[in-house]
């Protein structure tokens, strides 16, 4: 295999690598409000200047206004070799959380600083946008006999669970490729995730004049009795073990409460909304109906308080599937190669859209540029960055990853 050669084209075009990620970052995805046509089509420009058609896939006005979205586009580009040989899927999102306080660079600059790029989605996962297509754009450069194909799917979903993302390409029979890369970071291969059940829980009690507590039924001490449960139950959590390894056990958080209308006003009505990771040994409607029982085992315990559950998301646990064994030993041995030290394959504990892809028998890994952690990449959070020399490392492990796995022998 040619590798040497593969590596010496994204060294020579890297320059112009980092330049379609800056383009990229530039243009806002900030979701909500999650108007993320313009990104698509501006993808869109910048892979027909390198002689890749991409197909634009808006998903239904009606459909993205109900997700709490204003617009989506998503795209593939098809590239066909051979007859025969695999269809590999590369997948990373343009969609992202807004920025945020606290940056000392401009969250949609793209400025280079000390070999960093910084802007929100540097890392994850506008980066792979560019890790994916110079990694193709290599791959062709070498006129070299392949069997199969290669598609690039980018897509703006994955913040709000990636339904109307891969979810919906796969849904509407526009893609069943055989193989996927998904998003992630140049140190591990990922093969496994945890899933995530998302609730919105309202406490509804009655409101009364503060002098006069007990003609009112208190919507927040009722919630003070459910968090109290809520959180003891992360102590039986704790006993659940995952098998797999970088995932440790299941967790719930409550990330928002809302309530109240005035200081001298018995609340009448608290919400507040929880996140419950799911590891792959768990059944996702059996943690739901758990935590249902919960909630309401907890309110019953205080009279006159209605309360109503709503999911707002179940993500499903990704499971490492037997097709992809192939793909992951490429995956570690070139990362290893290129990068100098031994990379493990493991599970996290986050969620992503390869799950998508996976419960329509895909088998995927996850692998991209990026740093060991999402902590170190500032991901989520002010300045955001990524180290270039992990972009230009990962789009050399892609690319050879599949030449391996689509040349013609």
Known sequence: MDYARLDAWIDKHFDEEVQFLQ???RQPTDTPPGDNAPHAELTARLLAGFGFDAERLPVPEQAVRAQGLQSLTNLIVRRRYGLGGP??????????VPPGDGWTHDPHGGEVVDGRLYGRAAAVSKSDFATYTFAVRALESLGAALRGAVELHFTYDEEFGGE???????????????????AGFSYQVVTAHSGCLQMEVTLQGRAAHAAYPASGVDALQAATQLLTA???????????????AGIAHPYLNVGRIEGGTNTNVVPERVT????????????????EREVRELIARAAGESPGIRVDIRRLLLAQ?????PGNAALVAAL???????????????????????????????AAAIYGAGPRTVLEANAKRADEHLVLEDLRGATKVVARTLLQLLADR
């Open 87 to 96: 269809v590999i899927a590369l997948n990373a999102h343009g969609d992202v």
């Open 23 to 25: 383009a990229l970052v």
């Open 164 to 182: 109307l993302g891969p979810g919906w390409l796969l849904a509407q029979g526009l893609t069943r490729p055989d193989l996927l890369i998904a």
């Open 332 to 362: 570690r041995e070139h990362a290893q190669a290129v990068f100098g030290e031994p990379i493990a394959d493991s599970g996290s504990p986050l969620y992503t859209d390869a799950r998508l892809y996976g419960a329509y028998g895909v």
């Open 272 to 287: 507040l909304r929880l996140d419950r990771r799911i590891i792959p040994e768990e059944e996702p409607a059996d943690v």
């Open 317 to 321: 646990p990704l499971k490492p599937l």
């Open 230 to 244: 809520l959180y003891a139950y992360n102590a039986l959590l704790r006993e659940r073990s995952s098998r797999i």
